[in-house]
């Protein structure tokens, strides 16, 4: 092994962006190895590589250049919290030299010169360190003061899976694409036609598509255990559109991130977490029952509650979302952004607080840090959106006004997190409002996406770095405001938007508004996907609204939220982290539990079902807290050599001992079936939680009609299982502890 200073120029140079190197001048040793922590450091004389002991985790193209600069002017629109981006890269710099090579006790340094164009020609450094074990720190900066873009380019292999990058939920394996990292409006339809068309010319950009995303985070695991992640908060694309090589491009003149080693996929969640920082255990009362979302009032929510209680469906929570009041806009029925309670809507709230607590559950309301004059509301106690601008403490333009954000047809200003007095103003408002007056031991912590990336802030920080941070301090603050109330982790707050360091703050991540439909763009397909790619990048608990959100119709007619859609949505939350409600955006025209006897029977069976798993969610978050393992997990964390669940979207895990294959199709015809892959199918035999069948090594189940298996056959590890409305595609591992107590525990509640 070779240590030291390289006392020679390397000299690498490239033509075009992506191209081989026309010619490599080397004049210096031809390998030359360095340790850093537990990583090797080792440069050919045609390219860079990282080694965590035997394995290369990192490595540059041979005879190409690694490192790049730029400038650019991007521009970035927003419109309803989505963001049309333009990057307009002015010029760039990618023929690279090494003319030197250093090494400390503790830093490994690269020091050469870009060149290629006048306006970003400059000296670089470029760095390693270890923070901590299995972490390799690089810094990446220039002498050129004009630089504003920066880009990592290395190689990627044939065969090779990024999976991550936050919450996606059009695509699980992100090769082949240009990922931007920008949290930002999911969208309404993301390419569902003819709703995105719709929505597209009435609100340009607000559709969204398959890669846009509430909780964006520069961060990757692939399927040959390696991962790489910035530190940097800027806007950024990983651009994986090359077979052959990926480029990590940011919008900053300086790139910090890290390399992670690993053994597995699993270890490199473990690895990232440590950075990212891990998810709290639910507490109990939360992990025993339904979240019931309703919305209309005390007369309707005791109603409801009533025939719950007849039915003794287990109830964890009310959540009241329209707490506040409501109020109709072109969208359909939205809340008001006031953060009081609406004592005229809810009379008697303490009354339904008391019950709801009698009943070992906790009320559940709704903020957002969005705020707007509700003095038209008529009964207004406190008007926050005037106290925050007396006190300066909402978002402004460059000019000093209040920068208003648009929210279908009204506008509301935004809560300026980087001031310290608004902070504590806005924790306060926590504090008193849904905490105190409202006893809410839970709410959903909506949006935090949508700041302009050309707004003022108090602090001065520039907004285009701040804005994937901004959702990450909105976690922040709930998290501060349940401690300081004495709450601890008593308290589950979820929120929809999200960047790397939220799973320190976070409670429970919801998926934001999904389509009321079936479909693979923007419906009932998307919240499985994203219930799996979250886990990816940190977020262990993740769940969505049942039923989906978004109604895509007028005066009653388009897409509505069908009853079956509604039953099968139920299927599936019953295996996640939460089984939460959600009326929709237009209660009226969606299907809904407590329409008829048959809502309600469903809905309660499914709710004892999730009681019925407590046990297991509760030995799940030991690997929550400790290692960063997602309660949810694509099956390929722990079959990772069976190949055909490279490219499985609607089947999932939850922790290791539970298999769930959610029926994702409208049943036109009745039928029942659902073609299922069975991991491990050799080793082993797989139960069906409700029928008793066996799947897998020791099969006795029927098979499916003779027509079926024609039409669509099923071979190797594939097996037709039977599921029916009310009998879903659920499987335990036959002689687990983990099986048998789920199974004792549906008998005891009457489920089967």
């Known amino acids: 092994m070779k240590q030291g200073y390289l006392g020679a120029v390397i000299a690498l140079a490239m033509v075009g962006s992506g191209a081989q190197a026309a010619n490599a001048v080397l004049s210096a040793p031809g390998a030359t190895t360095s340790s850093v922590g537990g990583f090797t450091v080792y440069w050919t004389g045609s390219k860079l590589q990282v080694k965590s002991g035997a394995r290369v985790v990192w490595e540059s193209n041979s005879g190409e250049s690694f490192v790049r600069a730029g400038t650019q002017a991007m521009l970035a629109t927003e419109n309803r919290g989505s963001f049309t981006v333009t990057e307009n890269i002015q010029s760039q710099c990618t023929d690279q030299t090494i003319t030197s090579f250093t090494q400390s006790t503790s830093e490994v340094v690269f020091k050469g010169r870009l060149t290629g164009n006048a306006l970003c020609a400059s000296g670089y450094t470029l760095s390693f360190r270890q923070p901590l074990a299995g972490h390799l720190q690089f810094t990446l900066s220039f002498d050129n003061a004009a630089v504003n873009y920066s880009e990592l380019a290395y190689a990627s292999v044939a065969g090779e899976r990024f ?158 979302q329209d707490w506040v009041g409501k109020r109709t806009t072109s969208f359909g029925s939205q809340l008001w952004w006031n953060w009081e309670l609406d004592q005229s809507r809810y009379p008697n709230w303490n009354a339904l607080a008391d019950r709801v607590e009698a009943g070992k559950g906790h009320m559940l309301c709704y903020i957002n840090p969005f705020l707007v004059d509700a003095s038209a509301k008529g009964n207004v106690r406190r008007n926050l959106y005037l106290e925050a601008v007396a006190n300066g403490y909402l978002v402004k333009h460059p000019d000093g006004s209040i920068y208003k954000v648009t929210n279908t047809d009204f506008d509301a200003g935004m809560v300026d997190l980087t001031n310290p007095l608004a902070v504590t103003w806005i924790k306060g408002v926590i504090k008193t409002q849904l905490i105190g007056e409202g006893r809410c031991r839970g709410w959903m912590h909506d949006f935090a996406e949508a700041l302009p990336l050309d707004a003022a802030l108090w602090s001065g920080v520039n907004a285009e770095r701040y804005h994937n941070q901004y959702p990450v301090d909105w976690a922040r603050i709930a998290r501060e405001a349940i401690n300081e109330a004495g709450l601890g982790n008593d308290v589950v707050f979820f929120n929809r938007s999200g960047a790397a360091r939220t799973p320190a703050y976070s409670t429970l991540v919801w998926q934001g508004d999904q389509l009321v439909t079936w479909d693979q763009y923007d419906g009932f397909k998307t919240a499985i996907l994203a219930t799996m790619t979250g886990g990816f990048s940190g977020i262990a608990l993740s769940h969505s609204d049942i039923g989906g959100y978004t109604n895509a119709s007028w005066s009653g007619i388009g897409y509505n939220r069908e009853q079956e859609l509604l039953q099968r949505w139920m299927e599936f939350a019953a295996f996640t982290s939460a089984y939460r409600t959600h009326e929709g955006l237009k209660p009226e025209d969606n299907a809904q539990f407590y329409d008829n006897a048959t809502t309600y029977g469903h809905f309660d069976k499914f709710a ?145």
């Open 608 to 752: 004892k079902v999730y009681k019925a798993l407590a046990f297991y969610r509760t030995q799940l978050f030991a690997d929550v807290t400790a290692k960063g393992w997602p309660l949810v997990r694509h099956p390929m964390l722990h079959y990772p050599n069976e190949a055909e669940l490279a490219t499985l979207t609607d089947e999932f895990l939850l922790g290791s001992e539970i298999l769930m294959a959610p029926v994702v199709n409208k049943n036109d015809y009745n039928y029942g079936w659902k073609k299922v892959y069975f991991p491990n199918k050799a080793g082993t035999t797989w139960v069906h939680a409700f029928t008793g069948y066996t799947y897998g090594k020791n099969s006795n189940a029927p098979e499916a009609p003779l027509w079926l298996r024609i039409a669509n056959p099923a071979s190797g590890s594939w097996q037709w299982v039977y599921a029916p409305l009310g009998s879903p595609a659920a499987f335990y591992k036959q002689g687990s502890t983990v099986g048998a107590q789920f199974e004792a525990n549906l008998r005891s509640l009457g489920v089967k």
């Open 163 to 320: 999976h991550g990058f936050g919450e996606q939920f059009s695509l699980l394996d992100l090769k082949g694409q240009a990922v931007p990292v920008l949290s930002q409006e999911g969208g309404v339809g993301r390419g569902h036609q003819p709703i995105s068309g719709a929505v597209s010319l009435g609100s340009p950009g607000s559709a969204g598509g398959p890669l846009t995303t509430y909780y964006a985070v520069p961060q990757y695991i692939t399927n040959t255990a390696k991962s790489l992640f910035l530190e940097d908060t800027q806007y950024s694309v990983f651009d994986l559109t090359d077979a052959a090589r990926v480029r990590v491009r940011l919008f900053n003149c300086r790139m910090t991130g890290r390399i992670l080693a690993g053994n597995s996929m699993l270890d490199l969640i473990t690895r990232f977490t440590e950075y990212s920082g891990r998810m709290r255990a639910l507490p109990d009362w939360f992990n025993q029952g339904a979240i019931v979302g309703m919305q209309g009032g005390t007369a309707k929510v005791t109603a409801v509650l009533d025939e719950l209680k007849r039915r003794g469906t287990p109830v964890a929570g009310v959540w009241l």
